[in-house]
């Protein structure tokens, strides 16, 4: 009587496939604040009804170096990014180091389709402080009040809202009132460091739809068909 051992060893091909699947290294990267590109806005806001302040939104720039490895994306001299929570401030006076994430990692899919349509619709519409502004402050409203549905984004009310009455303002809400009607067609990235203002990374984005299944590297797909190629070899032992 031949002992049926297929199975088993099966089952120790496949722990050794989710052995080796690995969560991986995260990226990180030095960066020290530059300054405001083409300047900024004053903008009178507030979050989960406390009192107003007036914070300056625009698009920061950044000097960076000491990637830990390479990018899934190809960045400019410098790097550009929004802030993602207005209610944490950003160091200016040192360099810190950050993590780089895809955003639907730190915001989940839903909200990073979202963001990514704000930047897929508009992003041409930024470079100067008016535009730079109100991409800075859709943004933080769909972070803030984010509606699966994508509708309702108001920037006078909800969670976080300006009582300002600037021209960024009328083209930002502009902008949320039509995120339904966009196509996500890029994978965005984040920066996060806990100790300083997480940023949505807007230059060198590339263009991908989000949705878009991730290849497997040619190594990696080798590796699964030489385990197939084992599994099938041991099966045909046993017959």
Known sequence: ???????????????LVMSVAVKATPIT????????????????????DTSSRSVLAGMIR????????????????DLTTFC?????????????????QSADELFG??????????YSGFRDQ????????????????IVHDFQSDLSGFLLERGSFKTTSSNQSVTLAQSWL???????????????TNSQSQNQLIFSGQPQTSFNDPVP???PATLGIFGLGLLALGLRRRQA
């Open 177 to 191: 009132d039509q995120l339904a009607n966009i196509k996500s067609q890029h994978t965005m990235h984040v920066m």
């Open 29 to 48: 990267i030095d960066v020290r604040y530059q300054n405001m590109v083409n300047g900024s806005e004053t903008i009178s806001a507030s979050l989960n």
């Open 62 to 77: 950044f000097s960076y170096d000491n990637l830990s490895s390479p990018l899934p994306f190809e960045l400019d001299d």
């Open 1 to 15: 009587m031949i002992k049926n051992t297929f199975l088993p060893m099966m089952s120790g091909i496949v722990l």
């Open 216 to 218: 497997v590297s040619a």
């Open 126 to 141: 930024t470079g100067t402080s008016i535009g730079n502004a109100a991409f800075q402050l859709a943004l933080w409203e």
């Open 109 to 118: 899919a839903a909200k990073a389709d979202a963001i990514t349509r704000l």
């Open 84 to 100: 993602i929570e207005f209610s944490q401030l950003i160091k200016t006076n040192q360099t810190l180091t950050y993590q780089i």
